[in-house]
């Protein structure tokens, strides 16, 4: 399929920015792979060269964890710059997960028609990001302080009780959220997507070094 049977704005997009693919997993007949591999390909063709893929998390190896893939998925979504939706992405937990943490990181989502899928929210999850957006901007900071001078005590804090160097503030940020996903994963809790949204949006705050 040629470029020029795609939103052209939505490719030229793309060609410049570190790309995540997202997309059911679980249930499905080898895990997917093969859509996320066509995908994969499609966006080469595209000129799209920088792309993350979750089909090759820890090699291709399909033996470990859900949580392990969880973790190591949204650690991609966290350095990318925008995201595709595969079809049928909305049937997956997993993906609904990386939805949220883009949305909450302000990163233009789009689906396999490379459509940028429109920020049309359910009151719900305008809920879940009003309210992760007044803990970051409202009382929680005035309380803690910027996120990347209180997520660089807490790394400083977590590196000398495990005698390690200390750790990122951004990496602190994912850890938090994957506090609230292994949560979330035993028992669903409002609570749980309100923080989770929240730690992750704080993620391009550190980037950007506002305080």
Not at 104 to 124: C, G, K, R
Not at 147 to 169: H, L, M, V, Y
């Amino acid at each position: 399929m040629s470029i020029c049977q795609h939103n052209q704005e939505a490719v030229k997009l793309l060609q410049s920015k570190k790309t995540y693919i997202s997309g059911k997993m679980t249930g499905l007949p080898n895990f997917n792979y093969p859509a996320f591999e066509f995908m994969h390909g499609r966006l080469m063709d595209l000129g799209v060269f920088n792309i993350l893929n979750p089909a090759k998390i820890a090699n291709g190896d399909t033996t470990k964890s859900y949580g392990f893939y969880i973790r190591e998925s949204l650690k991609m979504v966290a350095e990318a710059e925008a995201m595709i939706m595969l079809n049928g992405w909305e049937k997956s937990k997993g993906a609904n997960l990386e939805y949220q943490a883009a949305r909450a990181m302000d990163i233009p989502i789009f689906n396999s028609d490379f459509e940028l899928i429109p920020e049309t929210l359910t009151t719900q999850d305008e809920d879940i990001l009003v309210k992760a957006n007044e803990l970051i901007h409202g009382e929680r900071q005035k309380s803690y302080g910027s996120p990347k001078s209180n997520f660089t005590k807490i790394g400083r804090i977590w590196g000398a009780i495990n005698d390690i160097p200390d750790i990122e503030p951004e990496k602190v940020a994912l850890m938090m959220a994957g506090l609230k996903i292994a949560r979330e994963s035993h028992a669903h809790t409002h609570d749980n997507l309100v923080d989770g949204a929240a730690y992750f949006a704080t993620i391009p705050m550190i980037k950007k070094d506002l305080t």
